[in-house]
């Protein structure tokens, strides 16, 4: 089953209220857009390790700044890209007065033997927190595009916009992580194949 209708429910939601504030800002048209987003930076923040009450107060930063600033925006089509690019200047901030954020790393000798799966596995049994595994064999520019595509499902040119890239360049280093993972990857879609 897809969720490509629930998406794209929410996608044009999203677009009225983001809509509804640069046209008419407002008190009532800032709260819609408060109630619609702060989720979802909530949600940025707490993907991104952090505790939830420091998440909350991050992502309450996020949206006093949108307010503020919502009139420096050149192209509303690019509102949720520029929302979330401020969401990594305050946590960048927070974090190092904008020094790049410290990753964790891991040992690709250890991670090795978390991926096999386990001889009781049945198609359909992936736990959510493999695709964070699976990460780990990225570097953190490669991991925070692939998590902003596959787990936020930003849009290209939101990604674009909120890392500052061409597209293109978004592209080609989702294509290369792919890439780079395809070696770890494969040996586990044969064995799903099997077990199917």
């Not at 008190?27 to 702060?38: C, I, P, Y």
């Not at 890392?163 to 770890?184: C, D, E, M, S, Y």
Request: charged residues 30%; glycine residues 2%; proline residues 4%.
């Amino acid at each position: 089953m897809t969720n490509e209708p629930l998406k794209n429910g929410r996608s044009r939601q999203d677009r009225e209220v983001i809509d509804r504030f640069l046209d008419s800002p407002s008190e009532q048209s800032f709260e819609d857009l408060f109630r619609a987003f702060m989720p979802q930076v909530v949600a940025f923040f707490r993907s991104r390790r952090c505790e939830f009450s420091l998440a909350e107060d991050l992502a309450q930063e996020v949206m006093l700044t949108v307010s503020r600033k919502a009139c420096q925006l050149r192209d509303r089509r690019s509102f949720r890209g520029w929302l979330f690019k401020i969401a990594l200047n305050v946590m960048r901030v927070h974090y190092g007065n904008n020094k790049a954020l410290k990753m964790e790393t891991v040992d690709l000798a250890t991670i090795a033997d978390r991926l096999i799966i386990q001889e009781d596995y049945k198609p359909g049994d992936m736990p959510a927190f493999e695709f964070l595994r699976w990460m780990a064999f990225l570097d953190s520019r490669e991991s925070e595009i692939m998590k902003l595509r596959f787990v936020e499902q930003w849009e290209y040119h939101e990604i674009a916009a909120s890392q500052a890239l061409p597209i293109g360049t978004v592209q080609w280093r989702i294509f290369n992580a792919k890439k780079k993972l395809a070696p770890h990857l494969s040996p586990r879609a044969e064995r799903m194949r099997r077990a199917a």
